[in-house]
């Protein structure tokens, strides 16, 4: 019995890291259609020095400091894909000297007043692990994301209440975002294995 019991497990274990192994990832980059609802004039470029990473598709955008404010929304909820709940969200970036070290993103879900508020530093963070300053995904961490969520970013304070004057060149290039919840078979695979144990638990114990 002991053995048939391990065996579920191993069985249930693989089934969940299949499906995590296969999670949802979607990327939205700055030419995307996803990305077309903006505010300023965005300069396309595609220059990156020897030590500045490399950007996602064709190019990225970038906007000089600006008093009367700029913005552009990614809007994550639109895709095809895009199912609710927990999602991790990246951002890509190409590192420059002369980049804001204090870009205003936000996390929004659609709702009035609900979206989570960040500073980014573009001049030295471009990656997950902060203390590289190559081109990379920039983790901003795990949200719950419903109808209506899109990533934004904006210094125009239109919106959002933290408004800020950049102090360098703002990039707008991608931003990824991978599905953290629990896939439909592999909760079913978790809740079969559950009640499997208590029916044999009470087996046992008749």
Request: glycine content about 10%; overall charge negative; proline content about 1%.
């Amino acid at each position: 019995m002991i053995k048939i019991i391990k065996r579920l497990f191993v069985i249930t274990a693989f089934l969940t890291f299949g499906q995590t192994a296969l999670a949802t990832q979607i990327i939205i980059d700055n030419e995307d259609h996803l990305a077309s609802s903006r505010s300023g004039t965005w300069e396309a470029s595609v220059i990156v020095g020897d030590d500045e990473g490399d950007f996602i598709g064709k190019d990225y955008e970038r906007h000089e400091v600006s008093e009367n404010g700029f913005w552009i929304d990614y809007w994550i909820s639109n895709h095809d894909d895009f199912l609710v709940g927990l999602w991790k969200i990246e951002m890509n970036w190409t590192r420059a000297d002369n980049n804001a070290t204090n870009t205003p993103v936000f996390v929004t879900r659609g709702r009035l007043n609900d979206y989570d508020a960040l500073l980014v530093n573009q001049k030295n963070c471009c990656s997950v692990d902060q203390s590289k300053k190559d081109g990379g995904w920039y983790s901003l961490g795990n949200y719950m994301l419903d109808s209506g969520s899109m990533v934004t970013i904006d210094t125009s304070g239109f919106m959002f209440k933290l408004t800020t004057k950049t102090d360098g060149y703002v990039i707008a290039d991608a931003f990824r975002f991978t599905s953290m919840s629990v896939s439909e078979p592999g909760a079913l695979a978790l809740l079969g294995l559950g009640l499997l144990g208590l029916g044999l638990r009470r087996r046992m114990a008749s």
